[in-house]
């Protein structure tokens, strides 16, 4: 058994979220445990393979999600498979969210198209024990009504479950003739917060998105109070091995897979193009 | 540690015995250079111990260019060939340092749960015999690194040739039963030999200090490195640079690799391959987005992983000052200019600052 050895694993659903965005629940045939945050290496047998954070609840072990965007060649393939087609996984590799550091926090999540897989994540694993936190707040944009990720959790499933404790700020950059939602980036959901959080400075934040909508946000959320230390990244980087070796991922004097994926503002403030 | 002497005539004896058990290799001249190539005899006539390194790294031995590490989906695996023990006869100070670096990341825990099988297994299975370099070339600086040419550790035996023959020192357990096995070559190395060797090893050091004068500095290249991002001496150093990645190949201590998967008759491979950071597409992710586009960001960022990220991670520098990349490279960079630059640099902000 080596550590590049792949656990064999089917796909058992294929879940369409946008044109270009899709859900695929996998059944491993050795089980994973991951946390939130955590990446996995997902194969596609003799092409290759690409890191992805899963997008499900890490206490539902049956139900192993990733969700994925079509941008490159394993992800194109991916799109193209079937139910019952074979895959591979190796991890989990990285490191969570410090659920321990949000608790009795007021947290606030910001996503970003596909981004939103690791916050669905998180999200799960923060409702799963919803007493620990105080209030969460939960910013999505995404391009058009059409590319809402887990639409229907994030437009009325979730909305209804939560509405004590959780506040929802949906937005898209443009709207169609059926939106009646908000319209404007997804910085702008990030407006009026102090009608939600009570103090920017002791609230924790996560953000996932593209990286130029990773940078706007934590521009805005350090200009409104938040701590450098308190702002939560994703870096996804180009994790190969994910196990410290290969040298692909480094960034500054970081590791991605060994000291990642999730940042604080704090350690990477000082790494150039970090953005990029 | 230790220290023997061997005649000229011993010696070749040992090899003998070496070559019978062992898969022995050597620095052998080719053209004007020299390889790490097999040794089939007790007395090849292209050896050569003790001029500079040769121009493969090291690492090819224990970490090659080509490695399969996974055969997947399949109902038994793949059985693992025995590897054959090996001497690797020759080696020089700046290569054995290199191993320090490679250790780290293969067969340490610091960066990695658990060791590189690999690697490991071809460390273990591989007898160091090295040698004094006492004819550095023009690109060698092992002295700007605080190194010296001749080895202090990391050998099982080592060669200084003296009158007559060699001072072999024993580095390892390994090491001394090589010794212990044949007690009859060898004899105890006494004050003189001592002293002779350490004459020539202090006149091979002067030859690389001197080959370094025009570039010597006097911060340590990390200090130096450390805040040098913004500086233009990135860009000016890098423009002749052809993205060729060869300075990522030939260095002893770059250690990155890219997988790559593919399809063998009915079953699935994943292999390991050098990779060079210095090529556009190292760092790129599948959506497009590359921290690093510009040339001068990868050429600095080689360097910054040298002095900037090995030394937070490890404290070790991760280079060994054997002057390959500059031997190497089509653009002529030569990596100590840029530290001269940049101390240049760095001195002239403070001149700047006192006035």
Same mark, same amino acid.
């Given at each position: 058994?080596?550590?590049?050895?792949?656990?064999?694993?089917?796909?058992?659903?294929?879940?369409?979220?946008?044109?270009?965005?899709?859900?695929?629940?996998?059944?491993?045939?050795?089980? =994973?445990?991951?946390?939130?945050?955590?990446?996995?290496?997902?194969?596609?047998?003799?092409?290759?393979?690409?890191?992805?954070?899963?997008?499900?609840?890490?206490?539902?072990?049956?139900?192993?999600?990733?969700?994925?965007?079509?941008?490159?060649?394993?992800?194109?393939?991916?799109?193209?498979?079937?139910?019952?087609?074979?895959?591979?996984?190796?991890?989990?590799?990285?490191?969570?969210?410090?659920?321990?550091?949000?608790?009795?926090?007021?947290?606030?999540?910001?996503?970003?198209?596909?981004?939103?897989?690791?916050?669905?994540?998180?999200?799960?694993?923060?409702?799963?024990?919803?007493?620990?936190?105080?209030?969460?707040?939960?910013?999505?944009?995404?391009?058009?009504?059409?590319?809402?990720?887990?639409?229907?959790?994030?437009?009325?499933?979730?909305?209804?479950?939560?509405?004590?404790?959780?506040?929802?700020?949906?937005?898209?950059?443009?709207?169609?003739?059926?939106?009646?939602?908000?319209?404007? =980036?997804?910085?702008?959901? =990030?407006?009026?917060?102090?009608?939600?959080?009570?103090?920017?400075?002791?609230?924790?934040?996560?953000?996932?998105?593209?990286?130029?909508?990773?940078?706007?946000?934590?521009?805005?959320?350090?200009?409104?109070?938040?701590?450098?230390?308190?702002?939560?990244?994703?870096?996804?980087?180009?994790?190969?091995?994910?196990?410290?070796?290969?040298?692909?991922?480094?960034?500054?004097?970081? =590791?991605?897979?060994?000291?990642?994926?999730?940042?604080?503002?704090?350690?990477?403030?000082?790494?150039?193009?970090?953005?990029? | 540690?230790?220290?023997?002497?061997?005649?000229?005539?011993? $010696?070749?004896?040992?090899?003998?015995?070496?070559?019978?058990?062992?898969?022995?290799?050597?620095?052998?001249?080719?053209?004007?250079?020299?390889?790490?190539?097999?040794?089939?005899?007790?007395?090849?006539? *292209?050896?050569?111990?003790?001029?500079?390194?040769?121009?493969?790294?090291?690492?090819? $031995?224990? $970490?090659?260019?080509?490695?399969?590490?996974?055969?997947?989906?399949?109902?038994?695996?793949?059985?693992?060939?025995?590897?054959?023990?090996?001497?690797?006869?020759?080696?020089?100070?700046?290569?054995?340092?290199?191993?320090?670096?490679?250790?780290?990341?293969?067969?340490?825990?610091?960066?990695?749960?658990?060791?590189?099988?690999?690697?490991?297994?071809?460390?273990?299975?591989?007898?160091?015999?090295?040698?004094?370099?006492?004819?550095?070339?023009?690109?060698?600086?092992?002295?700007?690194?605080?190194?010296?040419?001749? !080895?202090?550790?990391?050998?099982?035996?080592?060669?200084? !040739?003296?009158?007559?023959?060699?001072?072999?020192?024993?580095?390892?357990?390994?090491?001394?039963?090589?010794?212990?096995?044949?007690?009859?070559?060898?004899?105890?190395? *006494?004050?003189?030999?001592?002293?002779?060797?350490?004459?020539?090893?202090?006149?091979?050091?002067?030859?690389?200090?001197?080959?370094?004068?025009?570039?010597?500095?006097?911060?340590?290249?990390?200090?130096?490195?450390?805040?040098?991002? !913004?500086?233009?001496?990135?860009?000016?150093?890098?423009?002749?640079?052809?993205?060729?990645?060869?300075? /990522?190949?030939?260095?002893?201590?770059?250690?990155?690799?890219?997988?790559?998967?593919?399809?063998?008759?009915?079953?699935?491979?994943?292999?390991?391959?050098?990779?060079?950071?210095?090529?556009?597409?190292?760092?790129?992710?599948?959506?497009?987005? /590359?921290?690093?586009?510009?040339?001068? *960001?990868?050429?600095? /960022?080689?360097?910054?992983?040298?002095?900037?990220?090995?030394?937070?991670?490890?404290?070790?520098?991760?280079?060994?000052?054997?002057?390959?990349?500059?031997?190497?490279? +089509?653009?002529? +960079?030569?990596?100590?200019?840029?530290?001269? *630059?940049?101390?240049?640099?760095?001195?002239?902000?403070?001149?700047?600052?006192?006035?």
């Amino acid at each position: 058994m080596s550590e590049y050895d792949p656990i064999k694993t089917n796909i058992s659903q294929v879940i369409t979220e946008t044109p270009n965005i899709k859900t695929f629940r996998l059944k491993p045939q050795r089980s =994973l445990d991951f946390k939130a945050g955590q990446f996995i290496q997902l194969t596609v047998p003799g092409v290759g393979e690409g890191p992805f954070t899963p997008s499900s609840s890490p206490y539902e072990k049956e139900k192993l999600e990733v969700t994925i965007m079509r941008v490159g060649r394993i992800t194109s393939v991916l799109h193209d498979s079937k139910e019952g087609s074979v895959v591979g996984l190796r991890g989990p590799f990285g490191k969570e969210y410090p659920l321990d550091k949000f608790r009795g926090k007021e947290i606030l999540m910001v996503g970003g198209g596909v981004g939103m897989a690791p916050l669905r994540s998180l999200f799960l694993s923060l409702t799963y024990r919803l007493d620990d936190y105080k209030r969460i707040v939960f910013c999505c944009g995404s391009r058009t009504p059409k590319d809402i990720v887990f639409k229907d959790a994030v437009l009325n499933k979730w909305q209804t479950q939560f509405k004590d404790k959780i506040s929802f700020r949906i937005t898209v950059d443009e709207g169609d003739g059926t939106w009646k939602g908000q319209v404007g =980036l997804v910085t702008t959901t =990030l407006d009026n917060l102090d009608k939600e959080i009570s103090n920017f400075k002791e609230s924790l934040a996560v953000v996932c998105g593209p990286p130029i909508m990773m940078k706007f946000a934590t521009l805005k959320l350090l200009d409104i109070g938040y701590r450098d230390e308190n702002i939560h990244l994703s870096m996804e980087k180009n994790m190969s091995c994910g196990l410290g070796r290969c040298g692909h991922c480094q960034m500054g004097k970081y =590791l991605v897979c060994r000291d990642g994926p999730v940042f604080t503002y704090e350690e990477v403030k000082n790494i150039p193009n970090i953005w990029d | 540690m230790e220290a023997f002497f061997i005649s000229t005539a011993n $010696f070749q004896h040992l090899l003998g015995n070496l070559v019978k058990k062992n898969l022995l290799y050597g620095p052998r001249k080719k053209g004007d250079f020299l390889f790490y190539e097999k040794i089939e005899t007790a007395s090849p006539k *292209d050896l050569v111990l003790h001029t500079n390194r040769p121009v493969q790294p090291l690492k090819s $031995f224990f $970490f090659p260019p080509y490695q399969k590490v996974s055969q997947y989906f399949q109902v038994t695996s793949p059985v693992e060939k025995e590897i054959p023990k090996r001497v690797i006869l020759g080696v020089k100070s700046c290569d054995l340092e290199s191993l320090k670096t490679l250790d780290s990341v293969y067969a340490g825990t610091q960066f990695s749960s658990s060791p590189d099988p690999w690697y490991t297994r071809a460390r273990d299975n591989s007898l160091l015999i090295s040698s004094d370099c006492l004819e550095p070339d023009e690109n060698c600086f092992c002295t700007l690194l605080g190194s010296h040419p001749y !080895p202090e550790e990391g050998f099982d035996l080592n060669l200084s !040739p003296v009158d007559g023959g060699f001072v072999i020192e024993v580095g390892s357990e390994k090491g001394k039963t090589i010794v212990s096995q044949d007690q009859n070559l060898f004899t105890s190395a *006494d004050e003189a030999l001592l002293a002779q060797r350490e004459k020539i090893r202090a006149n091979s050091q002067s030859k690389v200090k001197e080959l370094n004068q025009e570039v010597e500095v006097k911060s340590p290249y990390r200090d130096l490195i450390r805040e040098s991002y !913004p500086s233009p001496v990135w860009k000016n150093h890098s423009e002749s640079c052809v993205d060729c990645g060869g300075c /990522n190949e030939i260095c002893p201590t770059c250690r990155c690799f890219l997988l790559q998967d593919g399809t063998e008759k009915d079953r699935f491979e994943r292999v390991r391959l050098w990779d060079a950071c210095l090529l556009t597409g190292f760092a790129r992710v599948a959506g497009g987005a /590359n921290p690093r586009p510009k040339l001068a *960001d990868r050429f600095s /960022n080689r360097l910054f992983c040298k002095f900037y990220f090995f030394p937070e991670n490890v404290n070790l520098d991760a280079c060994t000052g054997c002057g390959r990349c500059i031997s190497v490279c +089509i653009g002529k +960079i030569d990596m100590r200019k840029v530290f001269r *630059d940049l101390e240049k640099e760095s001195s002239e902000a403070s001149m700047e600052k006192i006035k």
